[in-house]
T-cell receptor, first 110, second 115 residues
Framework: DAKTTQPPSMDCAEGRAANLPCNHS???????VYWYRQIHSQGPQYIIH???NNETNEMASLIITEDRKSSTLILPHATLRDTAVYYC???????????FGTGTSLTVIP | EAGVAQSPRYKIIEKRQSVAFWCNPI?????LYWYQQILGQGPKLLIQ????????DSQLPKDRFSAERLKGVDSTLKIQPAKLEDSAVYLC?????????????FGPGTRLTVL
């Protein structure tokens, strides 16, 4: 079962930052937080992951709270191509499965 | 590098027929996953291989679904006989290993419609 809670949908104006929240209140110390997105009719695409520290790459930034019970994915300058379903996933260090929930459907509005 | 390849992209069959899907993972990736994604839901893991061995098939409906990865590279997922509720997108993913920090890379999926 998914261990995360995400809002079902969000809108964001093109060019603005999109902040996607995720609650994972039962996360344990050896679990990573992963973010994937799925554009319509495509397979999920890896975005970013982290354990404790905030992370940034060319696609996004991941902010993890100090207690690790929640995180936020930030797309700094959303474009229309960022319209997708975004999944927040927690995964054990030694675990195998990714438990996908229903994700957040982000719509970037022109 | 080339991504995960899947074929066919679309398949329409009638219930009780058989169907097979093929996946070729990223070169050098030891672990291969098959997921089922029903419309409006997130992907659900069906089976996981490491090289040619099964690591986890606890969610695979074994009475009708089977999968193999004989040479530890490409893989085939089969459904026999298909039911209406098997209509879904079947996604293949691969990763270098099993460690928690390993990223899974997904193919485009095969959309199955069972009539």
């Amino acid at each position: 079962d998914a261990k995360t809670t995400q809002p079902p949908s969000m809108d964001c104006a093109e060019g603005r930052a999109a902040n996607l929240p995720c609650n994972h209140s039962t996360i344990s110390g050896n679990e990573y937080v992963y973010w994937y997105r799925q554009i319509h009719s495509q397979g999920p695409q890896y975005i970013i992951h982290g354990l404790k520290n905030n992370e940034t790459n060319e696609m996004a930034s991941l902010i993890i709270t100090e207690d690790r019970k929640s995180s936020t994915l930030i797309l700094p300058h959303a474009t229309l191509r960022d319209t997708a379903v975004y999944y927040c996933i927690v995964r054990e260090l030694t675990g195998n499965q990714f438990y996908f929930g229903t994700g957040t459907s982000l719509t970037v509005i022109p | 590098e080339a991504g995960v390849a899947q074929s066919p992209r679309y398949k329409i069959i009638e219930k009780r027929q058989s169907v097979a899907f093929w996946c070729n993972p990223i070169s050098g990736h030891a672990t291969l996953y098959w997921y089922q994604q029903i419309l409006g839901q997130g992907p659900k893991l069906l089976i996981q291989f490491q090289n040619n061995g099964v690591v986890d098939d606890s969610q695979l409906p074994k009475d009708r679904f089977s999968a193999e990865r004989l040479k530890g590279v490409d893989s085939t997922l089969k459904i026999q006989p298909a039911k209406l509720e098997d209509s879904a997108v079947y996604l293949c993913a691969s990763s270098k290993g099993l460690a928690g920090a390993d990223t899974q890379y997904f193919g485009p999926g095969t959309r199955l419609t069972v009539l």
